[in-house]
């Protein structure tokens, strides 16, 4: 997992398959970031907590990527690598699927 804030995303796209965006879902700049990374056609998920992820967004994925669009984000983005820990152990184990939404 690949860990940016938000100035660097257009070098973080060409090395992830999936962008997920922490911050506030109504920011005008995550959307923008989200619109930027869907346009060259990544998947980018904008959350405000780690409970938000889904198992079916990473299957079959390598590599994530992280955009911090705040600071003071620090506890969320831990909770959110731990998550993203979770659904790889999963996902290694063939049971991502099964993961608990």
Do not use: C
């Not at 990544?42 to 967004?57: F, G, K, T, V």
Request: aromatic share 4%; net charge negative.
């Amino acid at each position: 997992m690949l860990h940016i804030h938000q100035g660097i995303l257009s070098d973080l796209l060409p090395q992830v398959q999936i962008v997920v965006l922490i911050g506030n879902r109504a920011s005008d700049h995550l959307r923008e970031m989200a619109r930027i990374a869907e346009f060259r056609g990544r998947a980018a998920y904008r959350i405000e907590n780690a409970s938000e992820l889904q198992p079916r967004w990473f299957s079959g994925v390598k590599e994530v990527g992280i955009v911090v669009g705040a600071t003071g984000l620090e506890p969320i983005v831990r909770a959110v690598n731990e998550r993203l820990d979770q659904f790889s152990d999963a996902q290694d184990k063939g049971m991502l699927d099964g993961l608990a939404q």
